[in-house]
């Protein structure tokens, strides 16, 4: 039996006062999608069935680029992280898996923490490594680069670290690598920029040799930051090109914030599905860059329109579609909780809003070259609010209909800063 970190019977006292309200808004909405030919009861079912992992790392207070503002209560060791994550998917019913990143979340008992997540009803999504910054007793650098540094020695030691990161994986239970790297140049001529390709490439192939059959290796992509003049792996096509490269089990994962403003993300999103190289999605939101705000906070057409191109690959290509969600953001003046339970419900709503586009009226007005009616049948699909099916959803699934008010009413967070007074050196995040 799965232990909840919040009491239930505080949860089910949340839902009664709101439950009237919610049917009577799920009726009503119920109505107006009949006249459209929508049944409500399979889109709640559908909703119901999707899942976004959570990253350990977002549980603690994420840093701007000057300073790190640390949050009362937060998690200081992985052990609290998972506790954190199981409140957010006891309330949002949405977020069943985390996702850990090595060496923040090395467990001394892999064992151990596989059973608490088991406890918790929690499992284990990619694992990522971590070569973009030096770690306490390195023997060397990565201030040059990872897994393409000019230093044999360096790239020897990413490797074994990405391949120690499988093995702590596959006794977690995860079945993926994410692979994301800082190397590239701030300097014209600071390095061989093809050379530099071929070193990661060359890195590449002793990590995946180390993959098990069954798992996944999924290639990030940034535009910049930290290499400002030019990244190894700065965009879709270098991933792609490298996935390719590599062999069946590699994927490229694309970030909504690692692009140039403007960038026509669902654009990408369909070549990848197309070739066959779409492995899944680090969700969060962007104004000016690489900022890892909550999903769906500055454009939540952009992240419709992305999960409009998904539900199209899903149609076209079935069961074998399967790429991983995950968000991916940073809390600076927010609840972590809050904020990862509020970016979960966000990309659910457009997963469910996907749903709603008639598409055979789509594939009518493409074929057409009717672009205004084209455009306006997503329109239609994106303006309709479907908060009452994502309610009816969790509260079916033993959720909260809202999850931040019942988050609040709890008092969890406070509770949580007197178990959890601040730990010198430790991060809930470890990223400034």
Not at 3 to 30: F, P, S
Not at 339 to 366: I, K, P, W, Y
């Amino acid at each position: 039996m799965t232990k909840h970190i919040i009491d239930a019977a505080q949860v089910e006292q949340h839902n009664a006062k709101q439950r009237a309200e919610l049917q009577a808004d799920y009726d009503a909405l119920g109505g107006m999608l009949s006249r459209r030919g929508v049944d409500i009861e399979a889109l709640t079912a559908k909703a119901q069935t999707f899942a976004v992992a959570v990253p350990s790392w977002g549980a603690g207070t994420g840093g701007t680029r000057f300073a790190r503002f640390p949050g009362k209560g937060e998690p200081r060791d992985v052990t609290e992280k998972l506790e954190d994550c199981a409140v957010i998917n006891q309330l949002t019913r949405a977020t069943p898996a985390v996702s850990l990143h090595f060496p923040w979340d090395k467990p001394s008992d892999p064992k151990a923490l596989r059973q608490q997540a088991d406890e918790l009803g929690l499992g284990f999504d990619a694992v990522n490594s971590n070569t973009f910054q030096d770690q306490a007793g390195q023997a060397h650098t990565y201030k040059y680069g990872s897994l393409t540094s000019t230093s044999q020695a360096s790239r020897e030691q990413a490797v074994a670290h990405n391949i120690d990161c499988i093995e702590l994986g596959k006794a977690l239970g995860s079945k993926g690598l994410t692979v994301w790297v800082g190397d590239g140049a701030n300097f014209p001529g600071q390095s061989n920029l093809r050379g530099a390709l071929e070193r990661y490439i060359d890195s590449a192939r002793g990590i995946y040799a180390a993959l098990p059959a069954d798992w996944h290796m999924y290639i990030e992509h940034k535009l910049f930051e930290p290499a400002f003049y030019c990244s190894v792996i700065a965009d879709w096509g270098t991933s792609f090109a490298v996935a390719q490269t590599l062999g069946e089990k590699a994927k490229c994962l694309v970030d909504l914030g690692h692009h140039a403003p403007n960038t026509n993300i669902e654009m990408i999103v369909a070549r990848l599905a197309q070739f066959g190289k779409l492995g899944g999605f680090h969700f969060n939101d962007s104004k000016y860059g690489d900022d890892d705000l909550d999903s769906g906070s500055i454009d939540p057409f952009q992240l419709f329109l992305v999960f409009n191109e998904l539900a199209d690959s899903q149609a076209r290509d079935g069961a074998a579609f399967q790429p991983a969600y995950m968000l991916d953001q940073s809390h600076n003046v927010t609840d972590p909780i809050e904020s990862l339970m509020s970016s979960a419900v966000e990309v659910q709503r457009a997963f469910v809003q996907a749903a709603l586009v008639d598409r055979t009226a789509l594939a009518g007005f493409q074929e057409a070259n009717d672009a205004l009616q084209a455009a306006q049948t997503l329109k239609k699909a994106f303006r309709t609010d479907v908060s009452p099916i994502l309610a009816m959803a969790r509260l079916r699934s033993g959720g909260a209909i809202d999850p931040v008010a019942a988050y609040r009413a709890s008092g969890y967070r406070d509770q949580v800063a007197v178990k959890r007074p601040p730990k010198a050196g430790a991060s809930g995040s470890g990223i400034v």
